[in-house]
C-alpha cells in the first residue's frame, strides 16, 4: 500500500531556532495536512492546504508555522522561532479528497525544543 | 464545534479476551465517526469509518464499532484481542469536509 513518509523521525533543537519537517504524500493526493499530539494530549488540526495555498488553519498555526509545497513531491512544516512548548509529534497526512474520507497519516517527526 | 472524549486512557486486556474502548462525542450536527490505531513507531491508519446506514460498521483486523446517535456513542469492540492488538487507538469525528477533531487516544495493552 502507499505511503506517507516523513523525515526525520527524531528532531532535537534549541529553543528559538528554527525547524524543518519534511513530508512526501502519496504521489496522486491532493490534499495536505499537518496534526500534531503533544505527549498526553490529543492529537490537534495544525493546517490544510490544497492547489498551493493553506485551505484551513486551526488557531495554533501562528505566524511563527508555514508550510510550502516546493516541487512536485515534498510538503514541508517550518516553525520560524521554536518554542519549549513546540515540542510535539507532529503528523503529516494526505487524501485524495477535500475532507479526507481516508487520511493516509506518516509515521511522525517527534520534535523535542530544548 | 464537534469534540470527541475517549474515557480510558490505557486499558489492560488478556489474550483472547473480548474489549471495548469507549468514545463519545458532541456535536449539533450530523458527523462522521472514525478510529483509527497507531502501533508502535508507525503512523496512524484507518481501522473503521461511519458515514452513515447501517449503524454496525466492521473493519480491519477484527473490530467493529457501533453508532449510538441517542448516545452520542461510538465505541470499539473486539470479541478476542492479540497480542498484536497493542497499540494506541484513536476516535475521531468531522462534519462534512471539515478537518477531523481527534480523542486523547486510549492504550490497549494486551497480556500474555
Known amino acids: 500500500e502507499p505511503e506517507v513518509t516523513q523525515t526525520p523521525s527524531h528532531q532535537v533543537t534549541q529553543m528559538g531556532q528554527e525547524v524543518i519537517l519534511r513530508c512526501v504524500p502519496i504521489?496522486?493526493?491532493?490534499?495536505f495536512y499537518w496534526y500534531r499530539q503533544i505527549l498526553g494530549q490529543k492529537v490537534e488540526f495544525l493546517v490544510s492546504f490544497y492547489n498551493n495555498e493553506i485551505s484551513e488553519k486551526s488557531e495554533i498555526f501562528d505566524d511563527q508555522f508555514s508550510v510550502e509545497r516546493p516541487d512536485g513531491s515534498n510538503f514541508t512544516l517550518k516553525i520560524r522561532s521554536t518554542k519549549l512548548e513546540d515540542s510535539a509529534m507532529y503528523f503529516c497526512?494526505?487524501?485524495?479528497?477535500?475532507?479526507?474520507?481516508?487520511?493516509?497519516f506518516g509515521s511522525g517527526t517527534q520534535l523535542s525544543v530544548l | 464545534a464537534q469534540s470527541v472524549t475517549q474515557l480510558d486512557s490505557q486499558v489492560p486486556v488478556f489474550e483472547e479476551a473480548p474489549v471495548e474502548l469507549r468514545c463519545n462525542y458532541s456535536s449539533s450536527v450530523s458527523v462522521y465517526l472514525f478510529w483509527y490505531v497507531q502501533y508502535p513507531n508507525q503512523g496512524l491508519q484507518l481501522l473503521l469509518k461511519y458515514l452513515s446506514g447501517s449503524t454496525l460498521v466492521k473493519g480491519i483486523n477484527g473490530f467493529e464499532a457501533e453508532f449510538n446517535k441517542s448516545q452520542t456513542s461510538f465505541h470499539l469492540r473486539k470479541p478476542s484481542v492479540h497480542i498484536s492488538d497493542t497499540a494506541e487507538y484513536f476516535c475521531?469525528?468531522?462534519?462534512?469536509?471539515?478537518?477531523?477533531?481527534f480523542g486523547k487516544g486510549t492504550r490497549l495493552s494486551v497480556i500474555a
Open positions: 504521489s496522486n493526493h491532493l490534499y
Open positions: 497526512a494526505s487524501s485524495e479528497e477535500r475532507g479526507g474520507e481516508k487520511l493516509f
Open positions: 475521531a469525528v468531522r462534519r462534512r469536509n471539515t478537518p477531523l477533531v
